[in-house]
């Protein structure tokens, strides 16, 4: 695994433990965390899942303004990595 990969693999995972995020935002983290991780698509393919899952995240009227704020972070290192593969 990437070191960028585990980096945002680890924010997905703070955000997943942060109580002061909705659950259904948390729950969201881990689903975007485990669509990362799967290795039997292409990387670019997982990184693009993720960025939907997590755009879709980012767009509840719930979350609180810095978990959305972590969340545009972790997009935009995504879009990245599935841009280099």
Same mark, same amino acid.
Request: aromatic letters at 2%; proline letters at 4%; a negative charge.
């Given at each position: 695994?990437?070191d960028?990969?585990?980096?945002?693999?680890?924010?997905?995972? /703070?955000?997943?433990?942060? #109580?002061?995020?909705?659950?259904?935002?948390?729950?969201g +983290?881990? =689903?975007a965390?485990?669509r *990362?991780?799967?290795?039997?698509?292409? /990387?670019?393919?997982?990184? #693009?899942?993720?960025?939907?899952?997590?755009?879709?995240l +980012?767009? =509840?009227?719930?979350?609180? *303004?810095?978990?959305?704020?972590?969340?545009?972070?972790?997009?935009?290192q995504l879009?990245?990595?599935?841009?280099?593969?």
């Amino acid at each position: 695994m990437s070191d960028s990969i585990k980096q945002i693999t680890d924010v997905l995972d /703070m955000l997943a433990e942060d #109580t002061s995020i909705p659950r259904n935002i948390r729950k969201g +983290a881990t =689903d975007a965390k485990a669509r *990362l991780l799967d290795t039997k698509e292409a /990387m670019d393919v997982r990184a #693009t899942g993720a960025i939907v899952i997590l755009d879709d995240l +980012a767009n =509840d009227p719930n979350i609180p *303004l810095h978990g959305r704020t972590i969340i545009w972070n972790v997009i935009s290192q995504l879009e990245v990595i599935s841009q280099q593969n």
